[in-house]
């Protein structure tokens, strides 16, 4: 569909309508090298902090901005949609637009704290079925609180970033004892991450019902995940060392506000959960994910199978006191669905190496070899029929 909306070109199917308007921090061209918030739309980079004179946007990161409130979001991107739709705005705003192609594309934000959640039960009975073959694939836990784990954030990268295929103790179930070496069950987990744009205070819990007052945006995410690093790690205490050797996120992060027509009621809960994991109107989203491996789709996840829904993630997360920090990003856990081809790791797409998929080259592929690259790309309906796209998140191995 062509856009009329704005004064912009927007090449057909492209990821950025005026609809969408997500936040990115870029560099330009060599009198430009301090990086600066923008926006994108269609093929280009609207330069806000030109564009709207605000030293806010002129940080190198969106921290600032975030940290001003669900108030100055909605003014700034009323605003923004204004500039870029009435052609009377467009001898101002032009000179402020720098091509795509052009920029670098920078991790958008100062990464406060990193959450990971486990929230698809597909995914769930999957890992489980295939690590504890022997037991309910369901830990008794798991549909009476949003499973999480405390991550690494000074290893969020951002899109484009190579990943280093971790070194580590591994021991396979047959091995008398663990060696020391490259992982060689090096995996990816197609996720959706939360960015928290304004605080909260310590011993002050956050209801599910204020998730748009804190939540600023969503992000593409990819928890990279050194399969056997993990297995033998994780008992008692969770993962570690297996998944903090780097987390992958997309450079622009899509307001809350271009996801309203994504937004869909969420089924029923069976048990229902306690009290401050309830909502009057459960809401889920939805969202189409894409997995490419070395050029071929391998998947396609669908986000409104989560299980656990954002908010409900967003409460639990400071259900005990803890509190937010602008920056602070939760990501949803891997997304599958209920069909083989619709699962969100290689782990279960490849059935822990017993099932090796192939890939368009001809090649076998069960875990990652070095030199494979993965993107995850997603979209979501937006408003008047608008195709609202998350860019890509993508990473190449290197040894
Ligand atoms: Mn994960």
Redesign the pocket.
Known sequence: MPNTRSWVPVPDGSDFPIENLPYGVFTAGGERLTPRVGVAIGDQVLDLSGALGDDVFATGSLNAFMAQGRGAWSDTRRRITELLAEERHRPEIEPHLVAMEDVRLHLPIEVADYV???ASEHHARNVGSIFRPDGDPLTPNWKHLPIGYHGRAGTVVVSGTPVKRPHGQRKGPQDAAPTFGPSRRLDI?A?VGVVVGTASALGHPVPAGDFADHAFGLVLLN?W?ARDIQAWEYVPLG?FLG?SFATSISPWVVPLEALEAARLPHPTQDPEPLEYLRSEEPWGLDLSIEIEWNGTVVSRPPFRQMYWTADQQLAHMTVNGASLRSGDLF?S??VSGPERTQRGSFLELAWNGSEPLRLAGGEERAFLEDGDTVTIRASAPGTGGARIGFGEVTGTIVP
């Open positions: 990971d959640f486990y987990e996720e928890d995940s993962p998944k990501a856990g891997t």
